[in-house]
């Protein structure tokens, strides 16, 4: 049996914002993936190291903002924190898996985890706005030598000012 479904020419992970061709964007669900093998680290970690139920929670909440920060994509974050309530509420609270709900310690603790999910998505915004106005920093300073003197004659490649006095069509015309 053959398929006659057409051969894709790209990877699925190469495809552009905006990008028509049918190809599909899967980078968030291999960061959502790297994020849970993360946390699944974190908790083994927190539940051996760290013994009361308030720092064990703070350390995955931490975990979760660092991860928002780092994975920068809205649905791998949130992702991750769905996944980091499960780990916490499941087996550094209830230690046997099971997951509960006792409102004086889960409500607090998926608050704090959307917030951490919150602020670390925010840092992503700040720090790529950041790099923008870093990029385009060297094109306003042209802008301000420009608006600086504006009586200086326009200067060609060849070093000739002018405009089009050089050209080899205004010479023969």
Not at 71 to 100: I, K, N, W, Y
Request: charged share 15%.
């Amino acid at each position: 049996m053959t398929s006659t479904a057409p051969y894709r020419t790209t990877a699925p992970s190469t495809a552009r914002k905006g990008d028509t061709t049918g190809a599909v964007d899967d980078g968030w669900a291999i960061n959502l993936f790297t994020a849970c093998i993360v946390l699944v680290a974190v908790t083994c970690l927190d539940a051996a190291l760290v013994h009361p139920l308030g720092p064990r929670l703070a350390v995955l909440v931490l975990t979760v903002a660092v991860i928002a920060e780092r994975v920068g994509e809205p649905r791998a974050a949130l992702g991750s924190t769905v996944m980091a309530f499960a780990f916490g509420d499941g087996f550094l609270q209830h230690h046997d898996g099971s997951l509960g709900w006792q409102s004086s310690v889960d409500l607090p603790f998926a608050l704090a985890l959307l917030g951490a999910t919150t602020l670390g998505l925010g840092w992503v915004l700040v720090r790529r706005a950041r790099r923008r106005h870093r990029l385009m920093a060297p094109f306003g300073a042209l802008l301000r030598a420009a608006a600086a003197n504006p009586s200086r004659p326009p200067v060609d490649r060849t070093g000739r000012t002018g405009g089009d006095q050089g050209h080899p069509a205004v010479k023969n015309a």
